[in-house]
């Protein structure tokens, strides 16, 4: 409107001066109730400009006093908008610093002002209840947002956080649920329900969880790839222990397909290999573990594959270790292995000389135990006995063979394997439960005397490492014509056995 009175008027104001301009000015006459009224055209135009000006300056006035009960209203509500604003932003603030008492205070007047936004009010409230650690405020607090559709994801997270906290797993498994179907990618909801999964021993569940949130981008398929394995090893090692044939089959199946999708989680490899053996097909397990080996090399792997067989003599097992590492020589392990098949063929000498590549290697207990029984077998037991004390104040390795003669590998319980799920999954390295609570194990160190004794170690033959014999593994060997002098042997190293055990 303004704008086109001000067309009217500029239109008006041009005639008049191009009148004036042209000398042609013209007449006009007005006869109005008697009244009549001689003048020139361009008069005539100034004076209806001049009264367009103030007819238009009066109605505004008009409209600006018509309008005034509107502005203000506007103004008294963006002077309350700017109250709840900072009223708001402080309340936040005091809740980040953890001034409860400001943060508490803040809220009960937002709550007073926010008209407009009672969501903000709501969620400051709960967030105040929380830092005051009021459980019940903040709990009525997160349930009234659940009426606000942009709150409730929020809403559900809070009241999945006051669940877990009173230990309520039930009721947070639920309200994850509800804010797993809300948002395709809240990553904490398909936590919850994961962890939830676990410390139930539902590993099938788990594995469908875990291909969910890598169709949802939640995570990378390599976490995804590495949790399904772990979570099949779990649940081969839940079969194997119900002692069913048919379980057991399943059971092979699994750690079969765990070993297939990562070749370098040993416990699936193991496991498989220990069931196929089961089954009779120790050629099919050796490929296994030596396929786990090329991928990553691991004690257990090599001690699965010496107990593939026990009826065999040490020089032929011995070739079968050598074998193993080389198949991946620049591994530590395999360096390991080298020295262990030269022990277990009863060459001492060319086990130290194997051994004096591990010298560069951090000193543990394992490795010192190793150069002990290396030395001890090449005929320098002073040597052993030094590498024995150093080893007794070494710190230990996790070699995942602290198990008894008669145990089984990866004897987890039901919460260890979780927990070796999700590490494994996160990180791609293998945890060991039972090493990290410090459960008593198999020390590493030869048991050899501490105190020198003289004695003619030229006359006797390196010990072999295990106690096997000369002969076929399983059958009665036959005695010596003359006895070696007794001498301190080394400790015979553990064996991943077959048999099944009670867990630890």
Known sequence: MIRSALILILISLAAAIVLSLAGESGRASIVWLGWRADMTAAALLLIILLASLLAFAAWRLVLWVADAPRRAAAARAETRRRQELEVLTRGFTAVAAGDVAEARRLAAKAADLTAEAPALARLLSAHAAEAAEDSAAAEAAWTA???????????????????????????????AEAAFALARTARWAWRVLLEARLEASDWEAARDLLKTGQERRIVSPEVAERGRAALLAASAAQLDLTGDARARSRAADFALEAARLQPGFAPGVVMAARLLAAQGKAGRAAQVIETAWKAAPHPALWMALRDLKTRETPRERAGRLAALAALNPGARESRILMVEAALTGGDGDRAQDLARALESEPLT??????????????????????????????????????????????????????????????????????????????????????????????????????????????????????????????PARRRLARTPRDAK
């Open 145 to 175: 947002m659940l009426a606000f559709p942009d709150l409730r994801l929020a809403a559900r997270r809070g009241l999945t956080t006051l669940a877990l906290n009173r230990g309520d797993r039930a009721s947070a498994v639920q309200h």
């Open 365 to 490: 207990a394992r490795i010192a135990g190793l150069m002990a029984r290396t030395a001890f077998a090449a005929g320098r037991p002073d040597e052993a006995r030094v590498w024995r004390g150093r080893g007794i104040s070494a710190p230990g390795e996790a070699d995942w063979s602290d198990l008894d003669p008669e145990g089984r590998a990866f004897a987890y319980q039901p919460g260890d394997w979780a927990r070796l799920a999700v590490s494994f999954a996160e990180t791609g390295e293998l945890i060991h439960p039972r090493h990290e609570r410090r459960e008593p194990g198999l020390s590493d160190l030869p048991d050899l005397p501490m105190s020198y004794a003289e004695q003619d170690f030229t006359a006797l033959e390196a010990p072999a490492p295990f106690p096997i014999g000369e002969g076929l593994q399983g059958e009665e060997e036959e005695e010596p014509e003359t006895a070696p002098p007794p001498v301190a042997p080394p």
